[in-house]
Nanobody
Framework: QVQLAESGGGLVQAGGSLRLSCAAS????????MGWFRQAPGKEREFVAA????????NVADSVKGRFIISRDNAKNTLYLQMNSLKPEDTALYYC?????????????????WGQGTQVTVSS
């Protein structure tokens, strides 16, 4: 049974940092491209970042480029998102997703599996 479990969300002041984790199980983690998406209340789900199967290729949304870093540890079956210089507009429910492909794409409909999300709230 495939499971993606996000953790690490919380309440932080603007300018602060958080590190999200996504623990994967039930599939061969190293065979999947992984991504982070987010959804704020009343808005559509949007792409944040994606990383290829062994981490050699990354795709990061312009809105978070230079502030967020995506990484993975295939030995631990875990995906990470280091979020720095957080802004109130980063407030959202953050999801991790898995796609059996070599391409780190930004289209949510192309991902096969999804976690339940972890809430990030940035206060001004």
């Amino acid at each position: 049974q495939v499971q993606l479990a996000e953790s690490g969300g919380g309440l932080v002041q603007a300018g602060g940092s958080l590190r999200l984790s996504c623990a994967a199980s039930g599939f061969t983690f190293s065979s999947y491209t992984m991504g982070w998406f987010r959804q704020a209340p009343g808005k559509e789900r949007e792409f944040v970042a994606a990383i290829s199967r062994i981490g050699g290729s990354q795709n990061v949304a312009d809105s978070v480029k230079g502030r967020f870093i995506i990484s993975r540890d295939n030995a631990k079956n875990t995906l990470y998102l280091q979020m720095n210089s957080l802004k109130p507009e980063d407030t959202a429910l953050y999801y991790c997703a898995a796609r059996r492909s070599v391409l780190a794409v930004d289209t949510s409909g192309l991902y096969d599996y999804w976690g339940q999300g972890t809430q990030v709230t940035v206060s001004s």
